[in-house]
């Protein structure tokens, strides 16, 4: 390369980048519109300001109701209620298993207090992770559907990624479930086809694993205040952030419920601290019987002669 050519990033200094071109020490300028979160902490540290419609979100959690209902809130009472000039969108909601459904099957009063319009709310109970890429495929594809919301929670009997068990973590035991990265790429290329928003929820586990996810993130509810969120960020278009964000999400789970997840959850007792015994209470003594005829035969006095009355000759 000639001395006097300028080296290309240096050319651009001072202009505007293009929309498709972006610094890893800057957040990214998404071309396509975002959604705000409600939370302004968050807000600021994902690119564009918001949830980005039209590309794949990934949410890992401990598991199932763990905290994604109070995270995504604010944004789907948004998308289902709608506002004056337009009016409230589907949300479709792709359940897992139904083996595993019962446990942790979403409470419709709950997500009411939230702020969710319940009559938007499609829900579709599948019987396998791959019936449920398709189903999120096809919504993504028919339009029409403001979000989509996927447990990708593996099917009983199936680990949740290399580090589960023993066997697992082998080499052999690293391509733990081939198909859900081509499900996830599917879905991307599905979401940027369209403006729905899409967020794919997998267990924590999977938090080594590769994703086509241009943004994911790791929630958990916090043990000391179950009030509050804590988030990372651990993949975005933007420099890395290795502090977590604590989001307060009681603003918007009412007065009684929020004054009792603002108490400390009940700590499980130390495995090395004795538990205490009651000592048994010894029986009573029993009293030795006594030998017939023991005690003392009292015999009555004979009755004093009346005055007058002759005695008996002996």
Avoid: Y
């Amino acid at each position: 390369m000639p001395a006097t050519a300028l080296d290309p990033i240096d050319a651009l200094q001072g202009q505007p980048w293009p929309a498709a071109l972006w610094r890893a020490d800057q957040l990214a300028q998404l071309a396509t519109p975002t959604c705000p979160s409600g939370f302004a902490a968050l807000d600021a540290e994902l690119p564009g300001g918001g949830w980005p419609q039209g590309n794949l979100c990934e949410l890992l959690l401990a598991g199932p109701g763990q905290g994604e209902w109070r995270l995504l809130a604010p944004a789907l009472a948004r998308l289902t209620r709608g506002e004056a000039a337009s009016p409230g969108q589907t949300v479709v909601c792709i359940g897992a298993p139904p083996a595993g459904a019962g446990s942790w099957r979403s409470h419709g009063p709950g997500l009411a207090t939230l702020g969710l319009a319940l009559p938007q709310l499609l829900w579709v109970a599948v019987a396998s992770p791959a019936d449920g890429a398709w189903a999120a495929e096809q919504a993504l594809r028919a339009g029409g559907v403001g979000a989509v919301i996927w447990w990708a929670w593996p099917a009983a009997g199936q680990h949740h990624g290399p580090h589960d068990s023993p066997q697992h973590r082998t080499q052999q035991g690293t391509q733990h479930s081939p198909g859900i990265g081509l499900d996830l790429r599917r879905l991307h290329l599905a979401a940027q086809a369209g403006r729905a928003l899409l967020w794919v929820l997998r267990p924590q586990a999977t938090a080594a694993q590769s994703s086509p996810a241009s943004l994911r993130l790791a929630c958990r509810i916090e043990a000391q205040a179950p009030g509050r969120l804590q988030v990372h960020l651990l993949k975005r278009r933007g420099p890395p952030r290795e502090e977590p964000l604590s989001l307060d999400s009681t603003a918007a789970l009412g007065a009684v419920l929020a004054h009792r997840l603002g108490q400390p959850l009940p700590q499980p007792r130390p495995a090395s601290l004795p538990i205490p015994t009651i000592p048994a209470i010894p029986p009573a003594p029993t009293l030795p019987k006594e030998p017939p005829h023991a005690r003392p035969v009292v015999v009555p006095a004979p009755a004093a002669t009346p005055a007058g009355r002759p005695r008996a000759l002996a």
